[in-house]
């Protein structure tokens, strides 16, 4: 795959070199005299990776329009490409998360090959049944797995056991379902009726999966149905869940929420019930607005992850997969993709840095300013140098941005790609 040259990112992380050095070597000594050791802390955030949508590389779009940008992806080898080229500059982005039909290939092995190629896996298999396909039997106009239609419930499960053995020529390991059944009217539905009929169908597809697999159900409170959706909230999403049996769980897409609920608090819930799947990351203002993560409320982000790392200090087991689920309307969505990956793993380093003692004896003697306190400390430390150096040791760009727009890679493939009508570009 023709990604960018290594020599440019040698360049352009030549004349950087020494002000990272520095930079890191003073955050140590800050650190230090909190008991932390940088290069633990460093260690642990190389570990961390979050998988780019592969509907994420093509400029997305509102109901109203959608504005393309310039060498759009034509198919999904393309989408790969940006994909490697995002984990190239960045490092945080091992793996991708396919979207069937959008990334319907005519020959898997070749895809793995390619994604092997650019140094890239992929991670959760995501389904379709929240739109119609040419030539398909029966329309989702009123719903997929919960339809009245038993024929037309039956053309969905069959779409998800595609995308099970599609994922398992892959090397996939989860299956990743969003319906957008639901009501417009009050009345038009049967709520407890639509959801037997959800877990009628979603058993068939849990049946399908193998041992070592995970179905992850994600919930969203509306849109497309606007007045009442079948997987509305966490509490349908765990129920549904816990109905379905082990290798089912919860997923968390930051967007799919009431304004201002506290999302860390559903976190900490799924973890305790071990029923946390993972995330889908983006952030919102006023709805599901599919925003950069970490955008408009860092602090957000950084309180899902202080749940993550305290449950993890605690030795809880858990495995929560973590992925971008963004809209990139007005940017570059290469830019925006490694902008929000570095944001996601900012939140993580971030919370490597509370100091947990010190927070349980806080929280133990009913001091709550000491207690934020300790949280805000973590959260206001600038752990950029850690980050640059981190992808420094794994052969990425100091600054991604910048290297990107100085590969000049977005006026390659511009020349390369003609400008298509359609393709996969979008939000889920
Ligand atoms: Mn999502």
Redesign the pocket.
């Known amino acids: 795959m023709n990604l960018i040259s290594a020599d440019a990112i040698t360049a352009h992380n030549e004349p950087l070199l020494r002000h990272v050095r520095n930079d890191y070597e003073h955050l140590g000594e800050q650190l230090a005299r909190r008991h932390i050791d940088i290069d633990t802390v460093r260690q642990q955030v190389a570990a961390f990776g979050v998988a780019i949508p592969s509907w994420g590389v093509g400029t997305g779009g509102t109901r109203f329009a959608r504005f393309p940008g310039q060498g759009e992806p034509r198919n999904v080898f393309d989408k790969l490409q940006d994909c490697g080229v995002i984990q190239q500059l960045a490092r945080a982005t091992p793996t991708v998360s396919l979207h069937i039909p959008w990334d319907k290939c005519s020959d898997w092995s070749e895809l793995r090959d390619a994604a092997a190629s650019a140094g890239l896996a992929f991670d959760a298999m995501n389904s379709n049944t929240f739109s119609d396909q040419p030539g398909q039997a029966h329309s989702y106009k009123f719903g997929s797995l919960t339809h009245t239609d038993a024929a037309t419930r039956a053309q969905a499960v069959a779409h998800n056991l595609e995308c099970i053995e599609i994922g398992k020529a892959l090397g996939s390991k989860a299956l990743t379902v969003?319906i957008g059944d639901g009501s417009n009217f009050p009345g038009q539905q049967h709520f407890r009726r639509a959801f037997d009929r959800y877990l009628e169908s979603a058993q068939q597809i849990y049946a399908a999966l193998p041992g070592d697999w995970r179905m992850m159900l994600?919930h969203k409170i509306c849109e497309p149905a606007f007045y009442a959706t079948v997987i509305q909230d966490w509490g349908s999403s765990f129920l549904a869940a816990q109905t379905l049996g082990p290798k089912a769980q919860c997923l968390v897409?930051l967007g799919h929420h009431a304004p201002n609920v506290n999302i860390e608090l559903i976190v900490a819930r799924l973890i305790a019930a071990g029923k946390l799947a993972g995330f889908?990351f983006n952030d919102s203002k006023y709805g599901d607005d599919d925003l950069d993560a970490g955008s408009v409320s860092p602090y957000r982000l950084f309180l899902v992850f202080n749940e993550l790392v305290a449950a993890a200090h605690e030795g809880v087991a858990f495995d929560p997969a973590y992925m971008l689920?963004q809209s990139h309307n007005v940017t570059d969505p290469i830019e925006s993709l490694m902008t929000s990956a570095v944001q996601v793993q900012r939140s993580y380093a971030q919370a490597l840095l509370v100091d947990r003692a010190a927070l349980d004896a806080a929280q133990d003697a009913n001091d709550a300013l000491t207690a934020t306190h300790l949280l805000k400390q973590a959260f206001q430390t600038d752990v950029t140098p850690l980050l640059q150096r981190v992808r420094l040791d794994a052969g990425g760009a100091i600054d991604p941005v910048a290297a990107y727009r100085a590969s000049g890679y977005r006026q390659r493939v511009a020349g390369e790609r003609p400008a298509a009508a359609g393709g996969g570009g979008g939000i889920?």
């Open positions: 969003w994600e897409d889908h689920d889920v």
